[in-house]
Structures are given as structure tokens and as C-alpha cells.
């Protein structure tokens, strides 16, 4: 075996190896990466109950109603569908209804979704990326803030 035929063998087992490091961990990651669904993606999608997943959109009007202790009831909005969300926890201090928020957590058999997590908007020019998305392709943006262009464009 020639220097050159050496040389090439290694650098495909390099690329093998690394090729199989990357498929790993891609792998081992599929169950715990949780992927953004507005309630109209949940419907048509038919997500399954019991799979981890983040609903975002808006609080829907006159949705939010507190229960007993730290329990909430509120739905959450494309302006499409809704979808009714129950939680368990201390809401974000912005949290209200008509504002951008993105929950975590699983369906459950009858169609609510079971909230792990509630994460609202942070300030009043905030949005959470997906949601803003797909409000602009449904043609409901209705952004009032200043712009912000990202670093390196001029």
C-alpha cells in the first residue's frame, strides 16, 4: 500500500468515525428535542396525546380563569384554533390574555394540553419567534414595537 492509498484510507475512516459520532448524537437527542406547534399544527398534524411538544400563540380573551391554589385554566390561540391548556405553577409576571406565550408540555386524551412550563413575553416589544412567524403568514401581524435588525446587517 502505497503513502497515498495509506493517507486516503485514514482520512475515510476519519470521516467514518465522525460521521457515526454526529449520527449518535442526533439519535440520542430525537426524544428529548421538543419542536414548536401553533394550535392549528397540533390539530392538522394530529400530535398524539403524550408526546412532549411547545404550543405557542396567544392567550385567548376572557380564557383565563384560576383555580384553587396555584392551578390555571387558560387556552391558547392562532386565531385559527384554540386549544384549552392547564397548568400547575407560578405564571410569569406578564402573563395576561392577547399576549405571546409558549407552553411545554403534553396532550392528554380528551384534546387540553397539560402544561410543564409557561413561558410569556418578557417586555412589550417581545414576541417568541415562532409565533410572530406564523402570525405573519395567517396576515394578523399586528407589530406596534420598534424594528430590530440583526447584528452584521447593515
Same mark, same amino acid.
Given at each position: 500500500?502505497?503513502?497515498?492509498?495509506?493517507?486516503?484510507?485514514?482520512?475515510?475512516?476519519?470521516?467514518?468515525?465522525?460521521?457515526?459520532?454526529?449520527?449518535?448524537?442526533?439519535?440520542?437527542?430525537?426524544?428529548?428535542?421538543?419542536?414548536?406547534?401553533?394550535?392549528?399544527? +397540533?390539530?392538522?398534524?394530529?400530535?398524539? %396525546?403524550?408526546?412532549?411538544?411547545?404550543?405557542? /400563540?396567544? #392567550? $385567548? @380573551? =376572557?380564557? &383565563?380563569?384560576?383555580?384553587?391554589?396555584?392551578?390555571?385554566?387558560?387556552?391558547?390561540?392562532?386565531?385559527?384554533?384554540?386549544?384549552? +391548556?392547564?397548568?400547575?405553577?407560578?405564571? %410569569?409576571?406578564?402573563?395576561?390574555?392577547?399576549? /405571546?406565550? #409558549? $407552553? @411545554? =408540555?403534553? &396532550?392528554?386524551?380528551?384534546?387540553?394540553?397539560?402544561?410543564?412550563?409557561?413561558?410569556?413575553?418578557?417586555?412589550?416589544?417581545?414576541?417568541?419567534?415562532?409565533?410572530?412567524?406564523?402570525?405573519?403568514?395567517?396576515?394578523?401581524?399586528?407589530?406596534?414595537?420598534? @424594528?430590530?435588525?440583526?447584528?452584521?446587517?447593515?
Amino acid at each position: 500500500m502505497t503513502r497515498k492509498q495509506r493517507r486516503a484510507s485514514l482520512v475515510g475512516l476519519a470521516v467514518a468515525v465522525l460521521g457515526l459520532a454526529v449520527f449518535l448524537v442526533v439519535y440520542a437527542l430525537r426524544d428529548t428535542i421538543v419542536f414548536f406547534h401553533t394550535p392549528k399544527e +397540533v390539530v392538522e398534524k394530529q400530535v398524539p %396525546p403524550g408526546k412532549r411538544i411547545r404550543l405557542g /400563540g396567544l #392567550v $385567548a @380573551e =376572557g380564557s &383565563l380563569k384560576r383555580g384553587t391554589g396555584l392551578s390555571v385554566e387558560f387556552a391558547i390561540t392562532d386565531t385559527a384554533k384554540t386549544i384549552p +391548556v392547564s397548568y400547575t405553577g407560578i405564571l %410569569p409576571d406578564l402573563f395576561r390574555e392577547g399576549q /405571546g406565550v #409558549v $407552553a @411545554e =408540555g403534553k &396532550l392528554d386524551a380528551s384534546g387540553r394540553f397539560q402544561a410543564d412550563y409557561v413561558l410569556a413575553k418578557h417586555d412589550e416589544n417581545y414576541m417568541p419567534p415562532e409565533v410572530a412567524k406564523s402570525l405573519k403568514e395567517q396576515g394578523l401581524w399586528q407589530h406596534t414595537g420598534k @424594528e430590530t435588525k440583526d447584528r452584521g446587517q447593515k
